[in-house]
């Protein structure tokens, strides 16, 4: 079992930054993938980032490239998304998931239905 617990979201400007956080109860966090999602009302659940703790391969959206950024510090069983230029189509809330790192995560860490864990997500808001 492992238990997760996203944090960090709040209301911000059009171009502020958030740093959200997700703390993780995995036994061995470093065997798992950790991927960011958004769902916002009237849209599809987005995958936005995603983190493989095996060998620390990155993936992002095209709609957050370039913006947001995914760590992981083991050490402290966390990852992070640090959300720069925020604009108000971000506005969502957002929800971590692990999984197990697959072999295929290259392909798979955008598929919400291939994470087995999830925090209860926070709340991100951008005015214009």
């Known amino acids: 079992e492992v238990q997760l617990q996203a944090s960090g979201g709040g209301l911000v400007q059009a171009g502020g930054s958030l740093r959200l956080s997700c703390v993780a109860s995995?036994?061995?966090?470093?065997?798992?993938?950790i991927g960011w999602f958004r769902q916002a009302p009237g849209r599809e659940r987005e995958g936005i980032a995603g983190?493989?703790?095996?060998?620390?391969?990155?993936y992002y959206s095209r709609s957050v490239r370039g913006r947001f950024t995914i760590s992981s510090d083991n050490a402290k069983n966390t990852v992070y998304l640090q959300m720069n230029n925020l604009k108000p189509d971000d506005t969502a809330v957002y929800y971590c998931?692990?999984?197990?790192?697959?072999?295929?995560?290259?392909?798979?860490?955008?598929?919400?239905?291939?994470?087995?864990?999830w925090g209860q997500g926070t709340l991100v808001t951008v005015s214009s």
């Open positions: 995995a036994f061995r966090f470093d065997r798992y993938a």
């Open positions: 983190i493989s703790n095996l060998d620390g391969s990155t």
């Open positions: 998931a692990a999984v197990p790192s697959p072999v295929q995560y290259n392909i798979l860490w955008d598929e919400w239905d291939e994470y087995n864990y």
